[in-house]
């Protein structure tokens, strides 16, 4: 089946520093995925929508300049976190649609902590 | 305030025992889907529902979705200690194509 891949698993970076995350479609191509945010303990937040060939379309409250999207492929979106800091700390999940509404692909997630 | 309120907020249920969860919204749900998630991993999808009155199982697990699309609830029959996790029920607030908005999660624990 379709799978969605996202990379690094984990990471951890200093303050002040820039971590970029992937998020693969493997074996179908997406045109648009979309980025979440879940807190410990918390549900996911959708962040923004990543469309390929265009800007990305952020949610209320949440940080352009901070959270940079790219989708530079159909295959691909990356989300780069810039200037990081400890409250970006998060557990960081992609998903993209799949051809009906019934198939919405997930990634694993990664989990980013700020030192 | 949260659009998809989910209750409860925690569950601790002896293995064996029935549990429901429950998701309501105060807009039309165009699609509804339900996760599990043990956090810090992945979702796993477990049912969508999209027509008012629609009812789905898979294995011991029962998703119904109201007639008036705005309330969906959960059951599990016969839990065991795999069902334990976190339940999602997410989505598609705007009719448009599959951007969900998640729940706030409901906590489930059984007890062997």
């Avoid at chain 1, 379709?2 to 191509?29: N, W, Y």
């Avoid at chain 1, 959708?46 to 949440?62: C, D, H, P």
């Amino acid at each position: 089946g379709a799978v969605v891949s996202q990379h690094p698993s984990r990471v951890i970076c200093k303050s002040g520093t820039s971590v970029k995350i992937e998020c693969r479609s493997l074996d179908f191509q997406a045109t648009t995925m979309f980025w979440y945010r879940q807190f410990p303990k918390k549900s996911l937040m959708l962040m923004a929508t990543s469309n390929e060939g265009s800007k990305a379309t952020y949610e209320q409250g949440v940080e352009k300049d901070k959270f940079l999207i790219n989708h530079a492929s159909l295959t691909l979106s990356t989300l780069t976190v810039t200037s990081a800091h400890p409250e970006d700390s998060s557990f960081y999940i992609c998903s993209a649609p799949g051809l009906t509404k019934e198939t919405q692909y997930f990634g694993p997630g990664t989990r980013l902590l700020v030192l | 305030s949260q659009e998809l309120e989910q209750s409860p907020q925690s569950l601790i249920v002896q293995e064996g025992k029935n549990l429901t969860i429950n998701c309501t919204s105060s807009k039309t749900l165009y699609g509804l889907y339900w996760y599990k998630q043990k956090y810090g991993e992945g979702l796993i999808f477990l049912m969508m529902l999209q027509k008012g009155g629609e009812e789905k199982s898979h294995e011991k697990i029962t998703a119904k979705l109201d007639e008036k699309k705005q309330q969906s609830s959960l059951h599990i029959t016969a839990s065991q200690p795999s069902h334990a996790g976190i339940y999602l029920c997410g989505a598609d607030l705007s009719g448009g194509y599959q951007k969900v908005t998640f729940g706030t999660g409901t906590k489930l624990q059984v007890i062997p």
